[in-house]
């Protein structure tokens, strides 16, 4: 796709993603109504709100009222899994740095792969 071709397609998908907006339309609905489908929806809507993300984080924070710089309470959730494969392929997924839940798993493995024929 040439240049020309990607800014019409973002024009066009902007103007979309704004029209949804007002709409009072599930995903679903809206995608069926344009003639769209509903991945091509989401993936455009994920990449122009990069877009926003990206030119906002090279802009300094507006202060609140008071003064100060916006804050907003971040949660960064531990993505480390382990998985546990049992021996009738069924596969387990505990969070690594929950030791209780990883060493029930381990068991629960070992007893099934000793009744395994």
Do not use: H
Request: hydrophobic share 30%; glycine share 6%; aromatic share 6%.
């Amino acid at each position: 796709m040439g240049r020309n071709q990607q800014r019409s397609a973002e024009s066009l998908w902007r103007d979309r993603l704004a029209k949804y907006r007002q709409s009072d339309l599930t995903v679903a609905e809206f995608c069926r109504q344009e003639g769209v489908s509903n991945p091509s929806f989401y993936q455009w809507r994920k990449r122009l709100e990069q877009g926003r993300t990206r030119s906002k984080q090279n802009r300094p924070p507006s202060p609140s009222d008071d003064g100060q710089p916006p804050f907003l309470p971040v949660t960064i959730p531990s993505s480390a899994v382990a998985e546990i494969e049992l021996p009738n392929g069924v596969r387990i997924r505990v969070p690594a740095t929950n030791a209780e839940a990883l060493r029930a798993a381990i068991l629960a493995g070992n007893e099934l792969s000793q009744e395994a024929p």
